[in-house]
């Protein structure tokens, strides 16, 4: 198929992350879901290629479990373009937020199965040559941006060939290998100290079993388990980077403590907890589609069905965010993360990721105080369920008795 008749055929594209060198997409072609990366406006165009052609080289030939091959790629209207074998709907930050949303955490074979998935990712990396630089691949930082999941929970790690993903605003900081943010080039020795970093970043997130918790929080250090953990942290974390162990060996590391904790890593267990955030995560909209949200004029409390009443007069915020979502369902529109930005914070200037941050984190509240299966994900923002029919009340009156 020529360049521009695959271009032709995507369809339904759903931002994922768009504050990158190379936005990230997910997108249809030929009916199959897909992981679309199209160079940012802000590239210069020369920049742009070169680090396309980059990504396309390492996605070639590292393809395999856990990094995508590549379909397709080509440029449209300057901008270079990859098509990748990834059916992804959602990046790691989705992933978390939504982890918080429902205050729930990551059983810890589950979240140890997800960040081994991510090391033998990175040492098949490792086992291969850049035909651009002749080093081995590696990324030499990992922040949840990089990590991008299908609706069964299947994980897909970007970074390989040029990392701007790296970077990006989430909700965990991005864990950096220090030699990396001083200017020099990521290698292996990088990654192991990435990973580790990620792991630690990770663990309030993580239903962690009590020993490993008591080690981690600095007790029990002559203790086995107390051994492991801190020598092997020491060699990663306090020696040069020259002289860090190996993937391979953290990779031992990390099983020994596994078996001293009684447990087990099970990436199965990962993408089944994954697939069951990211399933929660979609309204039932014919479960719903005679829904009633009674909601005051000025947005100080709202009511879905029977529920109970959530008074917000005070979050001037979310007030706005709601009801900027609904004045926009009253002309059957979607409301993207600018204007609820706009809405939420009129008149304050916001870097566009902090900007939609801010935006996920109001829209989350509402949902958590019962909106969630009224508000959608949709298009470039967020939309009232179809279905749900809002009844204005006046404020002063309260909702009707039911």
Not at 53 to 68: K, M, N, V, Y
Not at 221 to 229: E, M, Y
Not at 355 to 367: C, D, E, I
């Amino acid at each position: 198929m020529r360049e521009q008749s695959w271009f032709d055929a995507i369809t339904d594209p759903v931002p994922l992350r768009t504050a990158t060198p190379f936005e990230a997409f997910s997108v249809r072609c030929e009916q199959q879901p897909r992981l679309l990366l199209m160079a940012n406006t802000k590239l210069d165009p020369g920049e742009a290629r070169a680090r396309a052609d980059a990504i396309a080289a390492a996605h070639e030939r590292l393809e395999g479990p856990h990094i995508a091959g590549l379909q397709a790629r080509g440029e449209h209207q300057g901008r270079p373009w990859l098509l990748l074998r990834a059916a992804a709907i959602a990046d790691g930050d989705d992933v978390i937020r939504t982890q918080v949303d429902r205050n729930v955490r990551q059983p810890y074979r589950a979240a140890i199965g997800g960040l081994d998935a991510i090391g033998s990712a990175l040492q098949r990396m490792h086992g291969t040559r850049s035909p651009q630089t002749g080093q081995p691949y590696a990324i030499g930082a990992i922040g949840l941006a990089n990590l991008y999941y299908e609706a069964d929970g299947t994980l897909w790690l970007l970074g390989a060939g040029d990392n701007g993903f790296a970077r990006a605003s989430t909700l965990l900081p991005t864990v950096i290998a220090p030699e990396v943010a001083l200017g020099d080039h990521p290698t292996p020795a990088s990654d192991v100290f990435a990973l580790s970093a990620l792991m630690r970043a990770m663990v309030p997130y993580v239903d962690l079993p009590a020993p490993i918790a008591r080690v981690l929080r600095g007790h029990d250090a002559n203790t086995p388990l107390g051994k492991l953990t801190h020598e092997s942290n020491a060699r990663v974390w306090g020696l040069p980077h020259a002289l860090r162990p190996s993937l391979a060996t953290l990779d031992r590391v990390l099983r020994g403590v596994v078996t001293l904790l009684g447990e087990s890593i099970s990436y199965s267990a990962h993408r089944d907890f994954v697939a069951a955030l990211l399933a929660h995560d979609e309204p039932e909209h014919a479960a719903h589609e005679r829904a009633v949200l009674e909601l005051a004029d000025d947005g100080s409390w709202f009511r879905l069905d029977a529920q109970q009443t959530q008074r917000i007069a005070s979050r001037a915020a979310l007030r706005r965010v709601l009801l900027c979502i609904v004045e926009h369902a009253d002309r059957g529109e979607s409301c993207d993360v600018r204007k609820l930005l706009e809405a939420g914070w009129p008149g304050e200037r916001v870097d566009p990721e902090a900007g939609a941050n801010r935006v996920y984190v109001a829209v989350s509240a509402l949902r958590r105080m019962g909106l969630r299966a009224a508000i959608e994900r949709f298009d470039l923002g967020y939309r009232l369920v179809p279905g749900v029919r809002v009844e204005r009340r006046r404020a002063e009156l309260g909702p009707s008795q039911r």
